[in-house]
C-alpha cells in the first residue's frame, strides 16, 4: 500500500493521469507475443486455378446446345398437349351429341303420312351430319364390311350362308371416327 501511495503521489505532482490496467487486458496483452508462432497463423487464401479459355467456350456452348434442346422439347411438348386437349374436348363434345343422331336416325326409319314433317327431320339429321363433318367426324363404315374389333362392337352373331366369314350384316348404332380415334364403336351383327 505504501507503493501504492507513492504512485498517487509521484502522478498527482507530474499530473499525469493515473490509468489503471483491468487484469483482463493485461492477461491478453502477455498472451499476445504467443500468438505470432508460425504453427498459428492463418494460411494465406488460396487462389482458385485459372481455367483455359478455350475450355470455357467450350463450356458455355455446351451449356447453350442444352438449354436449346431442353427448350425444343418443352415446345414440341407443349404442342403435342395442345393438340391432345383440343382432340379429347372435341370427341367429348361430338359423344354428347350422337343421342340425338341416333333419336334423328329412328325418326327416319319410321313411317309418316305428314311430308312436311319427313322432309323438317330429313334436313335437321343433314344439317346435324354437316357440323360433325365440319368437326372432322366421320361415319364408320359397316355394313358388309369385314369385322373389325378395332372399330366395331359385336352384339350379336348369326349364320349366313349367303355372307362371307365375318362379314357384318346388321348395323344397331352408327359408330364415329375423329380422326385415328374413335369415338363411339359401331354396335353390329356378324355373320359366321
Known sequence: MAKE?????????????EIEVPPAQEAEETAAPEADSPAEQPAPPQEAPV???????????????????????????TVKEKESAWSEARAQTVAAFLPVYDNLERALKQE?????????VEMTMKGLQDALAGL???L???????????????VMHCD????????????FQQGFLCGDKVIRFSMVRVAN
Open 140 to 154: 364408320i363404315p359397316a355394313l358388309g364390311e369385314t369385322f373389325d374389333p378395332n372399330r366395331h362392337n359385336a
Open 51 to 77: 481455367k483455359d479459355p478455350g475450355q470455357l467456350l467450350a463450356e458455355a456452348a455446351d451449356k447453350y446446345l442444352r438449354l436449346a434442346a431442353e427448350y425444343d422439347n418443352y415446345r414440341k411438348r
Open 136 to 138: 372432322g367426324v366421320e
Open 160 to 171: 349366313d350362308p349367303e355372307a362371307g366369314e365375318s362379314t357384318i350384316v346388321e348395323v
Open 5 to 17: 501511495k507513492k504512485k498517487k503521489n509521484a502522478a498527482q505532482e507530474q499530473d499525469i493521469p
Open 112 to 120: 309418316t303420312s305428314d311430308e312436311a314433317y319427313k322432309k323438317g
